[in-house]
T-cell receptor, first 109, second 117 residues
Framework: GQNIDQPTEMTATEGAIVQINCTYQTSGFNGLFWYQQHAGEAPTFLSYNVLDGLEEKGRFSSFLSRSKGYSYLLLKELQMKDSASYLCAVDSGTYKYIFGTGTRLKVLA | ETGVTQTPRHLVMGMTNKKSLKCEQHLGHNAMYWYKQSAKKPLELMFVYSLEERVENNSVPSRFSPECPNSSHLFLHLHTLQPEDSALYLC????????????????FGEGSRLTVL
Protein backbone atom coordinates (compact mmCIF):
# COMPACT_ATOMS: atom_id res chain seq x y z
CA GLY A 1 0.00 0.00 0.00
CA GLN A 2 0.89 3.65 -0.05
CA ASN A 3 1.43 5.38 3.24
CA ILE A 4 2.81 8.63 4.58
CA ASP A 5 3.32 9.18 8.31
CA GLN A 6 3.93 12.42 10.14
CA PRO A 7 3.23 13.52 13.73
CA THR A 8 -0.23 14.88 14.37
CA GLU A 9 0.76 17.85 16.51
CA MET A 10 3.88 19.66 17.67
CA THR A 11 4.43 22.64 19.93
CA ALA A 12 7.42 24.96 19.95
CA THR A 13 8.43 28.34 21.30
CA GLU A 14 8.86 31.53 19.31
CA GLY A 15 12.46 31.89 18.17
CA ALA A 16 13.20 28.18 18.48
CA ILE A 17 13.92 25.52 15.84
CA VAL A 18 11.50 22.71 15.08
CA GLN A 19 11.87 19.61 12.91
CA ILE A 20 8.81 17.91 11.43
CA ASN A 21 9.47 14.37 10.26
CA CYS A 22 7.79 12.47 7.45
CA THR A 23 8.23 8.82 6.48
CA TYR A 24 6.75 7.35 3.35
CA GLN A 25 6.15 4.09 1.56
CA THR A 26 4.91 4.57 -1.99
CA SER A 27 4.85 2.53 -5.17
CA GLY A 28 6.67 5.24 -7.09
CA PHE A 29 8.64 8.38 -6.33
CA ASN A 30 8.96 11.52 -8.43
CA GLY A 31 9.63 13.85 -5.53
CA LEU A 32 8.48 14.95 -2.10
CA PHE A 33 6.68 18.19 -1.31
CA TRP A 34 6.01 20.16 1.83
CA TYR A 35 2.99 22.46 1.99
CA GLN A 36 1.89 24.91 4.65
CA GLN A 37 -1.79 25.35 5.41
CA HIS A 38 -3.14 27.99 7.75
CA ALA A 39 -6.57 27.34 9.22
CA GLY A 40 -9.28 28.10 6.66
CA GLU A 41 -6.79 28.76 3.88
CA ALA A 42 -5.36 26.93 0.88
CA PRO A 43 -2.23 24.82 1.21
CA THR A 44 0.78 26.70 -0.17
CA PHE A 45 4.00 25.22 -1.50
CA LEU A 46 7.06 25.34 0.74
CA SER A 47 9.64 22.98 -0.72
CA TYR A 48 10.39 20.15 -3.12
CA ASN A 49 13.05 17.44 -2.87
CA VAL A 50 13.76 14.84 -5.51
CA LEU A 51 17.42 14.10 -4.76
CA ASP A 52 18.93 13.15 -1.41
CA GLY A 53 20.13 15.98 0.72
CA LEU A 54 19.15 19.32 2.14
CA GLU A 55 17.33 22.12 0.34
CA GLU A 56 17.46 25.46 2.11
CA LYS A 57 15.12 28.36 1.51
CA GLY A 58 15.40 31.13 4.06
CA ARG A 59 14.16 30.02 7.47
CA PHE A 60 12.84 26.75 6.03
CA SER A 61 14.91 23.72 5.00
CA SER A 62 13.85 20.30 3.81
CA PHE A 63 15.83 17.08 3.81
CA LEU A 64 15.32 13.87 1.88
CA SER A 65 16.72 10.36 2.16
CA ARG A 66 15.21 8.19 -0.56
CA SER A 67 16.85 4.99 0.69
CA LYS A 68 15.20 5.47 4.09
CA GLY A 69 11.90 6.81 2.81
CA TYR A 70 12.37 9.79 5.10
CA SER A 71 12.13 13.55 4.96
CA TYR A 72 12.05 16.37 7.42
CA LEU A 73 11.10 20.02 7.35
CA LEU A 74 13.21 22.28 9.52
CA LEU A 75 11.85 25.64 10.62
CA LYS A 76 14.29 28.08 12.21
CA GLU A 77 13.69 31.27 14.18
CA LEU A 78 10.06 30.36 14.65
CA GLN A 79 7.50 33.12 14.43
CA MET A 80 3.89 33.17 15.60
CA LYS A 81 2.75 33.22 11.98
CA ASP A 82 4.36 29.79 11.49
CA SER A 83 1.49 28.27 13.47
CA ALA A 84 -0.17 26.16 10.78
CA SER A 85 -0.50 22.62 9.48
CA TYR A 86 2.41 21.23 7.49
CA LEU A 87 1.56 18.64 4.87
CA CYS A 88 4.04 16.12 3.53
CA ALA A 89 3.18 14.81 0.05
CA VAL A 90 4.83 12.38 -2.35
CA ASP A 91 4.41 12.42 -6.09
CA SER A 92 4.25 8.67 -6.65
CA GLY A 93 3.51 8.90 -10.37
CA THR A 94 2.01 11.25 -12.89
CA TYR A 95 -0.93 12.99 -11.16
CA LYS A 96 -0.61 10.66 -8.15
CA TYR A 97 0.12 12.89 -5.17
CA ILE A 98 -0.15 11.05 -1.84
CA PHE A 99 -0.60 13.24 1.24
CA GLY A 100 0.04 12.67 4.92
CA THR A 101 -2.51 13.76 7.51
CA GLY A 102 -0.51 16.90 8.25
CA THR A 103 1.29 18.12 11.36
CA ARG A 104 -0.37 20.93 13.28
CA LEU A 105 2.34 23.20 14.65
CA LYS A 106 1.58 25.57 17.51
CA VAL A 107 4.09 28.31 18.17
CA LEU A 108 3.91 29.73 21.67
CA ALA A 109 5.09 33.17 22.73
CA GLU B 1 -7.09 37.43 -11.23
CA THR B 2 -4.22 35.11 -10.49
CA GLY B 3 -3.84 31.58 -9.16
CA VAL B 4 -6.71 29.21 -8.49
CA THR B 5 -10.10 30.52 -7.46
CA GLN B 6 -13.00 28.51 -6.10
CA THR B 7 -16.65 29.39 -5.62
CA PRO B 8 -18.60 29.27 -3.46
CA ARG B 9 -16.37 29.43 -0.39
CA HIS B 10 -19.13 28.06 1.80
CA LEU B 11 -22.13 25.91 0.89
CA VAL B 12 -24.86 24.41 3.02
CA MET B 13 -27.19 21.96 1.32
CA GLY B 14 -29.79 19.39 2.13
CA MET B 15 -29.45 15.79 1.08
CA THR B 16 -31.92 16.21 -1.78
CA ASN B 17 -30.37 19.36 -3.25
CA LYS B 18 -28.28 19.69 -6.38
CA LYS B 19 -25.41 22.15 -6.34
CA SER B 20 -22.09 22.71 -8.10
CA LEU B 21 -18.64 23.80 -7.05
CA LYS B 22 -16.60 25.83 -9.49
CA CYS B 23 -12.85 26.14 -9.92
CA GLU B 24 -10.90 28.36 -12.27
CA GLN B 25 -7.14 28.48 -12.77
CA HIS B 26 -5.29 31.40 -14.37
CA LEU B 27 -1.88 29.73 -14.46
CA GLY B 28 -1.99 28.02 -17.85
CA HIS B 29 -1.55 24.62 -16.23
CA ASN B 30 -2.39 21.38 -18.00
CA ALA B 31 -3.82 19.41 -15.06
CA MET B 32 -6.62 20.11 -12.58
CA TYR B 33 -7.63 18.17 -9.47
CA TRP B 34 -10.41 17.82 -6.93
CA TYR B 35 -9.37 16.86 -3.40
CA LYS B 36 -11.49 16.22 -0.32
CA GLN B 37 -10.10 17.36 3.03
CA SER B 38 -11.74 15.98 6.17
CA ALA B 39 -10.61 16.55 9.72
CA LYS B 40 -7.69 14.36 10.82
CA LYS B 41 -7.53 12.63 7.43
CA PRO B 42 -5.06 13.00 4.57
CA LEU B 43 -6.12 14.91 1.51
CA GLU B 44 -8.08 12.45 -0.63
CA LEU B 45 -7.70 12.69 -4.37
CA MET B 46 -11.10 12.52 -6.07
CA PHE B 47 -10.57 13.37 -9.73
CA VAL B 48 -7.79 14.50 -12.05
CA TYR B 49 -8.16 16.06 -15.46
CA SER B 50 -5.31 16.46 -17.90
CA LEU B 51 -5.99 18.65 -20.90
CA GLU B 52 -9.73 18.27 -20.26
CA GLU B 53 -9.60 14.48 -20.15
CA ARG B 54 -10.29 12.62 -16.92
CA VAL B 55 -7.21 10.59 -16.01
CA GLU B 56 -8.01 9.58 -12.43
CA ASN B 57 -11.23 8.64 -10.68
CA ASN B 58 -10.47 7.28 -7.24
CA SER B 59 -13.59 5.19 -6.58
CA VAL B 60 -15.64 8.28 -5.84
CA PRO B 61 -19.41 7.78 -5.33
CA SER B 62 -21.51 8.72 -8.33
CA ARG B 63 -23.24 11.46 -6.32
CA PHE B 64 -20.08 13.46 -7.16
CA SER B 65 -19.84 14.27 -10.86
CA PRO B 66 -16.90 16.24 -12.29
CA GLU B 67 -16.89 18.32 -15.43
CA CYS B 68 -13.98 19.97 -17.20
CA PRO B 69 -15.23 22.08 -20.13
CA ASN B 70 -11.78 23.54 -20.87
CA SER B 71 -8.28 23.54 -19.40
CA SER B 72 -9.02 26.52 -17.13
CA HIS B 73 -12.30 25.44 -15.57
CA LEU B 74 -13.33 22.51 -13.41
CA PHE B 75 -16.70 21.80 -11.82
CA LEU B 76 -17.87 19.34 -9.21
CA HIS B 77 -21.60 18.64 -9.45
CA LEU B 78 -23.20 17.44 -6.24
CA HIS B 79 -26.51 15.61 -5.83
CA THR B 80 -28.18 13.53 -3.11
CA LEU B 81 -25.17 13.95 -0.82
CA GLN B 82 -24.83 12.41 2.64
CA PRO B 83 -23.86 14.16 5.88
CA GLU B 84 -20.50 12.35 5.81
CA ASP B 85 -19.72 14.24 2.61
CA SER B 86 -19.37 17.42 4.66
CA ALA B 87 -15.76 18.53 4.18
CA LEU B 88 -13.49 21.07 2.58
CA TYR B 89 -13.24 20.50 -1.17
CA LEU B 90 -10.01 21.75 -2.64
CA CYS B 91 -9.28 22.36 -6.28
CA UNK B 92 -5.69 22.37 -7.47
CA UNK B 93 -3.76 22.70 -10.71
CA UNK B 94 -0.29 21.76 -11.84
CA UNK B 95 1.92 21.73 -14.90
CA UNK B 96 2.99 18.18 -15.53
CA UNK B 97 5.86 17.02 -17.71
CA UNK B 98 3.72 14.36 -19.26
CA UNK B 99 5.49 11.05 -19.62
CA UNK B 100 8.73 12.35 -18.16
CA UNK B 101 8.02 11.67 -14.51
CA UNK B 102 8.63 15.31 -13.66
CA UNK B 103 6.78 16.37 -10.56
CA UNK B 104 4.76 19.54 -10.79
CA UNK B 105 3.96 21.63 -7.76
CA UNK B 106 0.28 21.76 -6.89
CA UNK B 107 -1.37 25.16 -6.66
CA PHE B 108 -4.47 25.04 -4.49
CA GLY B 109 -7.57 27.17 -4.34
CA GLU B 110 -8.95 28.39 -1.02
CA GLY B 111 -11.48 25.56 -0.96
CA SER B 112 -15.23 25.24 -0.72
CA ARG B 113 -16.48 24.35 2.76
CA LEU B 114 -19.46 22.05 2.25
CA THR B 115 -21.98 21.20 4.95
CA VAL B 116 -24.64 18.60 4.20
CA LEU B 117 -27.63 18.65 6.53
Amino acid sequence: GQNIDQPTEMTATEGAIVQINCTYQTSGFNGLFWYQQHAGEAPTFLSYNVLDGLEEKGRFSSFLSRSKGYSYLLLKELQMKDSASYLCAVDSGTYKYIFGTGTRLKVLA
Amino acid sequence: ETGVTQTPRHLVMGMTNKKSLKCEQHLGHNAMYWYKQSAKKPLELMFVYSLEERVENNSVPSRFSPECPNSSHLFLHLHTLQPEDSALYLCASSQEGVGQGIAGELFFGEGSRLTVL
